[in-house]
């Protein structure tokens, strides 16, 4: 793509995502490195309107997310995972940013950070800290300061807008700031030897000494924690884990038809099955959006549906994974071949954090629940 023109999609999320989706994959290899990452299509999703996409249509933007079932965004999103899932993970963590912006900023907030993101800044959330080290506000000479680092911090001297949550010195609860970084500084990479998602320079970012403005904070104490939308808003990265599923069903598939194999009835079983699983993960990630979007159920119940939500589309993409390595043989396990950058990506972004915590809550939901377990979902029982 030529980043100097402008493309006027007038305007159409989804097709710009699948432009996304055509030429991200040609560049994915050359990004599979420790020190990977993948500018060009950064740059792309700015110059397509996705970076500001997600911005209230009231503020300027096109309201991306806001859409009745959250249908649009859910498709954008399992595009660009499709393309690549450390693109997809940066560009969930620059939508996760841009509506806890819009749901908890006051209006100058809104204003300066809105036009920040149409400027073509990339956001993050950042909430990973170690125990002894974690981000604390302080008050110093000249005002208040931070100290502290965050850790498996994606886009670790790329995001130059990072919404963090942050201790205050003496105030019950955690707070919310959106921290203006600069390109290049205070990233550490060197720890982010992973077998997958390589080049979403996943890493430590040092906060020590930064100075901290009234207006970097952002809403109320614990208002990042509220639920349900802090446990809801999973299923975003699983619409993204859904793209590289897909990913990995059609390099399975075309494997099979350009050796030629595809005639064999076991190789036709196992995409079979491939794609049962497939489309039983695509079926949830549309319940997840809508439910979230809808917000028609308590909130225990909308975190026990996102719970099911992450988990069915992880079981999924662990089926296909077995599937289509099973069925390509030795070959999708050899450098070169496109199945096995695909399948390091994949497997090592299905590991989200505590997901037998998720399931036994999700469970637990469901055990207490009244009525039809067909109905737990539609909003009629509660």
Known sequence: MDQRTPLDLAYDAVAAARLVAST??????????????????????????????????????TGLGDEPGACALAEVLRLVGYGS??????????VN?????????????????????????LFGVWNT???????????AEGGLQLGGVKTFASGAGYVT???????????????????????????????????????????TLDFAGLPVRDEDILGEPDSYSRQPAFSGGAWRFAAVQLGGIEAVFDAWRAHLTRTGRGGDPHQLARLGEGALALEG??????????????????????????????LAVERAGLDVLQLAQRSV???????????????????TYLRQ??????????????LKADGLVGDLWDGDVT
């Open 24 to 61: 991200a994959p040609f560049r994915a290899a050359a990004q599979d490195r420790d020190d990977g990452f993948p500018s060009e299509d950064v740059a792309d999703l700015a110059r397509l309107g996705l970076l500001a996409a997600p911005i209230p249509a009231e503020a300027g933007g």
């Open 85 to 94: 899932l450390a693109l997809g993970r940066l560009y969930e963590g620059h």
């Open 97 to 121: 940013a841009l509506q806890l912006v819009a749901t908890h900023g006051d209006a100058a907030q809104r204003a300066r950070l809105f036009a920040d993101a149409r400027a073509g800044h």
């Open 129 to 139: 800290e170690p125990p002894d080290n974690g981000l604390v506000l302080r008050e």
């Open 161 to 203: 807008r990072a919404l963090v949550t942050a201790r205050r010195d003496g105030v019950p609860g955690t707070l919310m700031l959106v921290m203006p970084l600069d390109h290049g500084t205070r990233a550490d990479l060197s720890a982010w030897q992973s077998q997958g998602m390589r080049a979403s320079a996943t890493g």
């Open 281 to 310: 993960a695509r079926n949830w990630v549309k319940r997840g959006a809508e439910t979230v979007s809808d917000a028609i159920l308590p909130p225990e119940r909308i975190v026990a549906t996102i719970n099911l939500v992450r």
């Open 329 to 347: 043989g030795l070959q999708g396990f050899l450098r070169g071949h496109p199945l096995e950058r695909l399948s390091r990506d994949l497997a």
């Open 353 to 366: 954090p505590a997901p037998d915590g998720a399931l036994v809550g999700a469970a637990a939901e469901i």
